[in-house]
């Protein structure tokens, strides 16, 4: 099946086409057909890139003012006679969206029905930057491509099997009752294709590992994957919570930001502006988000870049001697996420002194320059085994949108 997956932002849609089946997952032979964004949406300048494996990258910078005319484009790009790879729309079967936002109304993927639709609009106060433009994404593709299945694919699904020790916050019940606030998390789907892959690499079944994901993007963050689910997770009610992340300040005081409010007089958007834009490894350092800058800074002796970078990596060793300890020990711990990915340093020092619950990394094995994709970066002596994982959280959206059309993961209400 050729399934197109899309991820719709208030000013962006990414997507790829994904060849994927039930055969070709279990082959792991699913193959990525062509790839791309539209950026600076509501500009007439907007930025449109498309890829394909093996040709040059396609660029335009078309006047595109909503999402109905980026969606509209990515369909054209991708029947297009000349640098397209399908004669017609018709030949996609199946739309997978991801979805920021399921609330407490969805522990899995699903095929989006009125039924569905109706519940991810009550899910837009929740998430209320993030949820109304997947839904337009999703409202506009119905439009474009009518006649197929759309799946909204839930970056909170995978979490929704914490329990209530793990999810509540230690306020009066009644404001969970009335309000949904509890934590929720995020990056599920990220979080859930690294458990995935180590069992694939292990051959052991992930029901018998305890196993702490690190995902160091943009945003960032930890989970603690025990026999296979979420157990917890450092996000919470939104994706501020937790580790130290590129622009938001993760775990903090909540009397200290009430006492700033007060001191500054800040509006509530300002406090949000405030947590969420300019905290962070940006508020720290003064310098950038960007975790590159900010090595590439203290390695020339900045300090303040240098204390960015041992505040996140503390954060961090925090979180993962906590889940340790909230399951018992940990079989392995992964790294993704561009961060996680690629920086040999963050990696090195968050588990720097991590020996002695049984996490030993070999320093040459996590500096080798050559190194790409999955690999294991612990010593050979590790009691648990450390991986770098690469994350692919649109080949999870495609498999589960195969899943929900043959209903593998039965059909919602109707
Ligand atoms: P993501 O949101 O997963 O795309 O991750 C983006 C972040 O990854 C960027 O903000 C960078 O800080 C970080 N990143 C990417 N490459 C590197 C690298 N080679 N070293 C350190 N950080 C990196």
Excluded at 16 to 26: D, K, N
Excluded at 38 to 57: C, L, N, Q, Y
Excluded at 287 to 293: A, G, T
Aim: glycine fraction near 8%.
């Amino acid at each position: 099946m050729k399934i197109l997956v899309l991820n719709c932002g208030s000013s962006s849609v990414k997507f790829q086409l994904i060849e994927t089946s039930l055969e070709l997952i279990e082959q792991r032979a699913d193959r990525l057909i062509a790839k791309g964004s539209v950026e600076k949406i509501g500009s007439s300048h907007a930025i449109v890139t498309f890829d394909v494996p093996g040709r040059e990258r396609h660029r335009e910078t078309p006047e595109i003012l909503e999402h109905r005319v980026a969606i509209e484009r990515v369909a054209r790009l991708l029947c297009d006679p000349e640098h397209g790879v399908i004669g017609d729309p018709k030949e996609i079967d199946g739309v997978g969206h991801r979805v920021v936002h399921g609330g407490e109304k969805f522990a899995n993927s699903t095929l989006i029905n009125d039924r569905v639709l109706h519940e991810m609009k009550e899910c837009i106060e929740l998430a209320p930057l993030h949820n109304p433009a997947n839904i337009r994404g999703y409202t506009v593709a119905r439009q474009i491509f009518p006649d197929i299945p759309h799946v909204a694919v839930f970056d909170t699904a995978f979490h929704q099997t914490m329990p209530p020790h793990s999810y509540l916050y230690a306020l009066p019940r009644v404001i969970h009752r009335r309000h949904g606030v509890r934590r929720y998390g995020f990056h599920g789907t990220s979080h859930r294709y690294c458990a995935y892959r180590i069992e694939k690499i292990t051959g052991v079944d992930r029901e018998e590992l305890r196993i702490i994901t690190a995902h160091l993007g943009n945003g960032c963050s930890a989970c603690a994957i025990d026999h296979g689910k979420s157990l917890d997770t450092t996000m919470g009610f939104t994706p501020l919570e937790g580790l130290i992340m590129g622009t938001r300040s993760g775990d903090i005081d909540p009397a200290a930001v009430l006492h700033v409010i007060a001191k500054e007089e800040l509006r509530l958007s300002e406090a949000n502006t405030l947590l969420n834009k300019h905290s962070g490894l940006l508020g720290i350092s003064g310098i950038s988000n960007d975790m590159r800058e900010l090595q590439t800074a203290a390695a020339k002796g900045n300090e303040d870049a240098q204390l960015a970078i041992d505040m996140f990596c503390y954060r961090l060793k925090k979180y993962i001697g906590a889940y340790a300890a909230a399951m018992g020990g940990v079989d392995h711990l992964v790294f993704t996420g561009g961060i996680g990915e690629n920086s040999a340093l963050i990696r090195e020092r968050s588990v720097d002194g991590l020996a002695f619950m049984g996490l030993e990394i070999d320093p040459a094995r996590n500096a080798d320059p050559e190194a790409r994709g999955e690999r294991q970066i612990s010593t050979a002596t590790s009691r648990a085994k450390i991986w770098v994982i690469p994350t692919d959280e649109e080949l999870v959206i495609a498999r589960d949108t195969v899943r929900c059309i043959v209903g593998v993961i039965p059909p919602p209400p109707a």
